[in-house]
């Protein structure tokens, strides 16, 4: 079926108000990058996707907390946007709800496209696990000491070393009452 006039203006001015583009130089000296990626298909599919592997190897423990104490104050499930902002992407918080679910801190709901991306994503409610670690971890001054400690001594740490940490600071304070 052929695109009306007034159809084809609004793809236009679509693409043109929403559409970002980004070129990449590859000099001669990046010519075996360029072979390398001219192997792995469609380049933007393929840049799309490391960026999306990249931004899944970074855990932000301040969303975790945040999801964490949101899902323990709502009646209901939350969606992605609950937490997006100027710095937090839907897709960043749908890849959280994602490992938080399998870390067994909440249940949630995530659906992802053919490309990878994620589509949907849904925190349920909040575990057995999940109200534990966020016990440890509810308190903002022994939340800063514990990242504080975390990163003057070993830079990141797992759910598990940041969850014993924060129990272990709070033992020693009741134990100085």
């Known amino acids: 079926m052929a695109q009306t006039e007034a159809q084809r203006r609004a793809s ?11 070129a990449v130089a590859f000099y001669p000296s990046d010519r075996e990058l360029l ?6 298909g469609a380049f933007a599919t393929y840049v799309k996707r490391l960026i999306r592997e990249d931004m899944e190897r970074e ?9 964490l104490r949101e899902l323990s104050e ?5 969606e992605a946007s609950v937490f997006t902002d100027g710095s ?3 897709q960043l918080v749908a890849f959280h709800f ?10 949630a709901d995530v659906s992802k496209t053919w490309g990878g991306g994620y589509a949907r994503a849904t925190a349920i409610r909040l575990t057995w696990d999940g109200a ?9 001054g ?21 969850k014993a940490l924060a129990v272990k600071l709070a033992m020693e304070r009741l134990s100085a009452l």
């Open 59 to 67: 855990r932000d423990m301040d969303l975790v907390r945040d999801i």
């Open 74 to 78: 709502s009646e209901g499930p939350l």
């Open 12 to 22: 236009l001015k679509y693409v043109r108000e929403r559409v970002k583009q980004k």
């Open 132 to 140: 534990d670690f966020l016990a440890a971890v509810s308190n903002d």
């Open 35 to 40: 072979k390398f990626a001219e192997t792995r």
């Open 98 to 107: 994602e490992i938080m679910d399998e870390a067994g801190l909440i249940e």
């Open 142 to 162: 022994m939340w800063s000491h514990v990242k504080r400690s975390i990163a003057k001594s070993v830079g990141s740490a797992s759910l598990e070393t940041i």
């Open 88 to 90: 937090r992407t839907a």
